[in-house]
């Protein structure tokens, strides 16, 4: 599968389209969801042009990833996210129902998220 360059995200990141910014750096852009899940539901994605986890892990530079890993772990921070506790996330691929095609991790926080899977459904 090729990276589609007119994906929600691509257009997020070449200013075509808006987004409710939480940060940025050489790297990374993260913005608020645009239909939170959670009380706090910020997205953080990669700038460079990488379609899911699967194709960030597999060919992003080790600079690209350790700031992709840094910028999470800063974000959460500044929000005031871990005292609480959040949750991470990236849907991949068809099972994960990814929707947009550009690799994003989603930081979910600001409740009880309940666990992750009911222990008894498998
Ligand atoms: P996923 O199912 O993991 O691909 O999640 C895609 C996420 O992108 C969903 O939570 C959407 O609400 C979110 N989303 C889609 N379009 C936008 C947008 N323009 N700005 C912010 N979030 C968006």
Redesign the pocket.
Known sequence: MTYDPNN??A??LRGE????KVYEDEHVLA???????TPV?I?VIPKGAYESFDDFSAKASDAEIAGFVRAVGKITRDQGLVADGYRI???TGRN??????HF?M?IFAGKDLGRMIKPANK
């Open positions: 929600v995200f257009k997020i389209i808006p987004c409710n913005f608020h969801d645009i239909n939170p899940q539901h997205l996330l990236a849907n994960a129902h990814q929707e947009v095609p994003h989603h």
